[in-house]
């Protein structure tokens, strides 16, 4: 009990000593031991690079989860050491909606076709964003809070006991400048000889013992300031290592962050080859404008065979294609009959591949019929005076 007690009264007054140290070098009161420039750097980059890392992992954890009490519920999984519940992602969840919609509306239609074909892609896309978020998250974002949690702590508890070093070192400087002023005036007053007539000779034998006094002091003061600047010096020589070890920290992130546009790249390459897929599936193709008329054919002389095969229009299907007895039949000739026509709206914009179809836009009404022999998964449609080949899952019969 007695230890505890002078261990707590010795740590109170090197706490009121480091305080009134710290108030008066505010106020401008007393001398601060300034760091060298280089340390002084060093600390700068580890600023630097712990408020940046902060930030970026921060906005991170905003792209790979918008929902901010999905990160909040992460947050707290993680802090109790517990396994964060699988989540469903959005276009899942979407997909799962458009699959329902498409069994309720009727599977056999052509919106319910195409709800269950885009549904397909969609859970595809929200597979592939389960997995960017979890390579993204091991490979990227744990060494982030890696650093943020272990490295920088420990350079934080490091810099926190060099600050209070340095507190020590100034104290003990001010202790000595003092002793030092008050043992020369002790000396002066001490060397003055006195004139036993006029002087009592204890005013000489008490200022030569002041003298001595101050004499220890000085001598216990320059004893505490060795003390103070070794561990001064041995707490800085810490402190600097591990601030030149931020640049071993630099290298870390950079391969991090490599693997990191590495995995994005890969997850965004896998979306555009679904959406691709998908778009050949509902007559849909990049690279053109879908709702204009119809295109003319590209110059055979300067379009390689290869290029023509890349960016050529594809029809939906191949049953689409006439057969050898109806290609030599040009529709211009061709009359619709007496009756069958309708009419019919277009559900989605669709692009000719060819001169023999007719381009459409969603939502506009065209008259429709058929010839004997065509495929039954087209019809002949008329717009104007424009006429050409239509796929009837793009149509909506009227009457």
């Known amino acids: 009990m007695d230890f505890n007690m002078k261990k707590l009264a010795s740590d109170a007054g090197i706490f009121f000593t480091r305080a009134v140290q710290f108030t008066e070098e505010k106020f401008g009161q007393a001398e601060k031991t300034e760091l060298d420039a280089h340390f002084e750097n060093l600390l700068a980059r580890a600023d630097s690079t712990k408020n940046w890392t902060e930030k970026i992992l921060r906005q991170t954890e905003v792209l790979l989860q918008p ?65 960017f978020i979890h390579t993204a998250s091991i490979n990227f974002l744990t060494p982030l809070r890696n650093f943020l949690e272990g490295d920088w702590k420990t350079i934080s508890k490091e810099r926190r006991l060099l600050q209070n070093r340095r507190l020590d070192l100034d104290a003990c400087k001010a202790r000595l400048k003092k002793a030092k002023a008050a043992e020369a005036k002790a000396t002066c007053e001490g060397d003055t000889v006195p004139d036993f007539q006029e002087t009592r000779p ?81 007559g849909r193709f990049p690279g053109t404008f879908v709702g204009t008329t119809e295109p003319a054919s590209p110059p055979l002389s300067s379009t390689s065979p290869t290029t023509t095969a890349a960016t050529m229009p594809v029809g939906p299907s191949g049953a689409g294609l006439a057969p050898p007895g109806e290609a030599a039949l040009r529709l211009e000739e061709v009359a619709p009959p007496a009756s069958g026509t309708r009419k019919a709206r277009v559900l989605y914009d669709y692009e000719a591949a060819d001169s023999s179809e007719l381009a459409l836009l969603a939502d506009e009404l065209i008259t429709v019929y058929s010839l004997p022999g065509m495929d039954p998964d087209w019809l002949i449609g008329e717009r104007g005076n424009k006429k050409g080949k239509v796929p009837v899952t793009y149509l909506e019969l009227l009457s």
């Open 67 to 131: 929902n901010p009490s999905a990160r909040v519920e992460e947050f707290l999984y993680e802090k109790l050491d517990r396994k964060v519940p699988s989540r469903v992602t959005n276009g899942e969840l979407l997909a799962q909606y458009m699959a329902e919609a498409a069994s309720e509306l009727g599977p056999t239609t052509p919106y319910g076709k195409t709800l269950i074909k885009v549904a397909e892609a969609e859970k595809r896309l929200g597979a592939a964003e389960r997995d």
């Open 202 to 282: 204890r005013n000489y034998i008490l200022s030569a013992s002041a003298s001595a006094l101050w004499n220890d002091e000085v001598d216990k003061a320059e004893q505490e300031l060795r003390v103070a600047q070794t561990e001064f010096d041995r707490q800085a020589e810490v402190t600097r290592l591990l601030l030149e070890g931020i640049s071993s920290t630099h290298v870390n992130h950079l391969r991090c962050l490599h693997e990191f546009v590495e995995s994005q790249t890969t997850y965004y390459a896998q979306c555009y080859r679904h959406m691709l897929d998908l778009q050949k599936q509902l």
